[in-house]
């Protein structure tokens, strides 16, 4: 044994585990859902000898008593067929009815089912779900218990054995069994006759009505009544705009719809054309009747009844009123193959009336408030709800983008203390706005600087138009808001720029 075994547990070193398996052992077996104690030198489970014994507790157990892993048990389902007979409880005559017993050779079970058979008026399926059945004196019934010929009672039922399938017969010859049925027995033959040939998979299939099938099969085809309209006109649709006009009541509106009438079953589908509409249809395809009475009539009925009166396409025509449950909608147009189809019936519609009633509209008309001298004019038409304005224009010419014209002039006044002030008049050609400023003079009692701030100044003439720079004339006056001043001259450039353009 190695000395590592018995070194300590040192921080970062760890002896070496000698052992070879770590693995626990298991005390217990599941064999068919049940837990048995199993030994643990055996590690190899034995198989059973189905020759010697067919029995439930043989079946689960070894020679040497252990039990053993259900996977090592026989898979095998062996199929015998049985017949029952009872009287039923409103009849003195017996009946017999026909099963499969299915026995589970893994662990005894039993299973008992009878096939489905045509027009035999009783429930059929699985008689006895898959278990252990018990005999009246409390043991398991076996495969020793199912012998050919002879009668089981399973829950007190009494089942004869008359047959087993093919692979059963070769089950029961492997396993030394003399009692073996016949591939066919001739009791069985005449008891079923020609049943055994029956396809089960057409039980239950969807079949057409017995009633119509018979009479077509002596002559009477199908009746096509109902479908003149779909092989004369096929599926022809005619198509009218209609309107409906609802402005006689609060909030209402005229609201315009597309009639599609179907020539082959004499059908009315409404569309909405509007699209304040939730809803994308008025009416849903369906014979339109002239007066509601409270009864309505599907799809696919029968419309050639002379006691239902529903709307025809004879009925229709430019300026008709219709009655749509209470709804009254006027056709105003069709289009073109509709106009086509009418006229090749001669009756053509005639001229569209595209008159009818369109919503008011209303023109809003908005009161300026006045400017109050803060600003410009358009900052305060902006501080209105909403612009007033259009947006800026785009500047000017690239020609004129930095051009500035400079004029010198004097303020007139009848005021004595302000003969002398001289200011300087800019104004910008890009946007069209003026600058006015002081130059500083000592001792003048003035304080110089910004006069006027950058804006635009409307004319006093009252036309609402902007100065320009053709209103600024060396020696003439011009009135800037509410002072007037003089032009007594500019810079070189302003004067050289006026007089190229007078020439």
């Given amino acids: 044994m190695s000395v590592a075994k018995y070194a300590p547990s040192l921080p970062g070193y760890k ?9 626990k052992t298991c ?5 068919n859902g049940h837990k048995f104690v199993s030994d643990r030198d055996d590690k190899s489970p034995s198989v059973p000898d189905l020759s010697t014994s067919s029995s439930i507790a043989s079946m689960g157990k070894s020679q040497s008593g252990k039990f053993f892993p259900s996977s090592c048990l026989d898979s095998t389902v062996l199929n015998f067929t049985a017949t029952v007979s009872e009287t039923p409880l409103d009849s003195n005559v017996s ?3 026909r099963c499969s017993i299915l026995y589970h050779v893994e662990d005894g079970s039993i299973k008992i089912v009878e096939h489905a058979q045509i027009n035999s008026g009783i429930p059929q399926g699985t008689l006895l779900r898959r278990c252990i059945v018990q005999k009246e004196d409390g043991s398991m019934v076996t495969l020793d218990d199912i012998q050919y010929g002879e009668d089981i009672v399973i829950y007190g039922r009494l089942y004869s054995i008359v047959n087993c399938s093919g692979a059963t017969r070769v089950y029961l010859e492997n396993i030394g069994r003399t009692n073996i049925p016949p591939s066919k027995t001739e009791a069985e033959g005449e008891l079923w006759g020609d049943m055994q040939d029956v396809q ?5 299939r969807e079949k057409n009505n017995l009633k119509e099938f018979m009479e077509a099969k002596l002559g009477n085809t199908v009746n096509n009544s109902g479908r003149e309209g779909f092989q004369q006109y096929g599926n022809m649709i005619l198509k009218f705009l209609c309107s409906w006009d609802d402005t006689e009541h609060l909030y209402g509106d005229v609201s315009k719809f597309v009639l599609c009438y179907h020539l082959a079953d004499d059908t009315v589908e409404i569309f909405n054309k509007s699209s304040k509409e939730l809803f994308p249809k ?18 696919g009925e029968n419309n050639s009844d002379p006691s239902n009166d529903f709307y025809h396409f004879t009925d229709f025509y430019i300026g008709a009123t219709l009655n749509v449950y209470s709804r009254h909608l006027v056709i105003h147009e069709a289009d073109a ?9 001669e009756n053509p519609l005639g001229e569209a ?9 209303f023109e809003f008309t908005r009161k300026v ?12 038409l902006k501080s209105c709800v909403g612009p007033l304005c259009p947006n800026n224009p785009p500047s000017r010419s690239n020609v004129f983008e930095s051009r500035v014209l400079s004029f010198f002039g004097n303020l007139v006044t009848e005021d004595s203390t302000d003969v002398n002030r001289k200011f300087v008049i800019s104004y910008y050609m890009q946007d069209k706005t003026v600058k006015i400023q002081e130059p500083p003079v000592r001792n003048s009692g003035f304080v110089g600087g910004l006069f006027l701030s950058r804006r635009k100044v409307k004319k006093v003439d009252g036309s609402g138009e902007y100065i320009n720079e053709f209103d600024f004339k060396v020696g003439e006056e011009i009135r800037l808001l509410t002072h007037k001043f003089k032009i007594i001259g500019g810079n070189d450039f302003t004067l050289k720029w006026l007089a190229d353009q007078f020439e």
């Avoid at 002896?15 to 693995?23: I, V």
């Avoid at 005390?27 to 064999?31: G, I, S």
């Avoid at 089960?200 to 239950?204: D, K, T």
């Fill in 15 to 23: 002896a070496h585990d000698s052992r070879e398996n770590n693995k």
């Fill in 27 to 31: 005390y217990f077996q599941t064999v």
């Fill in 95 to 97: 009946r017999e009815r």
């Fill in 200 to 204: 089960w998979n057409s039980f239950r």
């Fill in 282 to 299: 008025l009416l849903k395809r369906a014979p339109l009747p002239r007066e509601f009475t409270g009864s309505t009539t599907t799809f």
């Fill in 337 to 345: 193959a509709t106009r086509e189809f009418y006229e090749m019936m």
């Fill in 353 to 361: 009336d595209m008159s009818f009633a369109e919503p008011a509209v």
């Fill in 369 to 380: 408030p006045p400017h109050n001298g803060f600003g410009s004019e358009e900052d305060s």
